[in-house]
């Protein structure tokens, strides 16, 4: 499986963003998804993860309420919708493929190249 991750940019604080990951192969609806994100100087960390379906999801507590993960199995492609955007959600946003749902990176797979998301104060 190949990722690509697409969406990023700089947004002012309160603003939105919509984060894409399109996936190549035919067999991304067997695959759970995440998003994670490092910010510089900083490890890699959890921000979002959905099931093959979509009916499951996670979040990690600094984003709930903000940010919606959502996939679209026939457009092979995941979301992430962030919105009431900080600076401290500042960092280069990575998507990842695996088969097991988890917030931790060792169980993904397949990973992104990243997109740069910038929240100016």
């Known amino acids: 499986v190949q990722l690509q991750a697409s969406g990023g940019g700089l947004v002012q604080a309160g603003g939105s963003l919509s984060l894409s990951c399109a996936a190549s192969?035919?067999?991304?609806?067997?695959?759970?998804m995440g998003w994670f994100r490092q910010a510089p100087g900083k490890e890699r960390e959890f921000v979002a993860a959905?099931?093959?379906?979509?009916?499951?999801?996670y979040y990690t507590n600094s984003v709930k309420g903000r940010f919606t993960i959502s996939r679209d199995n026939a457009k092979n492609t995941v979301y992430l919708q962030m919105n009431s955007l900080k600076p401290e959600d500042t960092a280069v946003y990575y998507c990842?493929?695996?088969?097991?749902?988890?917030?931790?990176?060792?169980?993904?797979?397949?990973w992104g190249q990243g997109t740069l998301v910038t929240v100016s104060s």
């Open positions: 959905i099931s093959w379906s979509g009916g499951t999801t």
């Open positions: 990842a493929a695996g088969t097991l749902l988890s917030r931790t990176p060792s169980p993904y797979d397949y």
């Open positions: 192969g035919r067999t991304f609806s067997s695959y759970v």
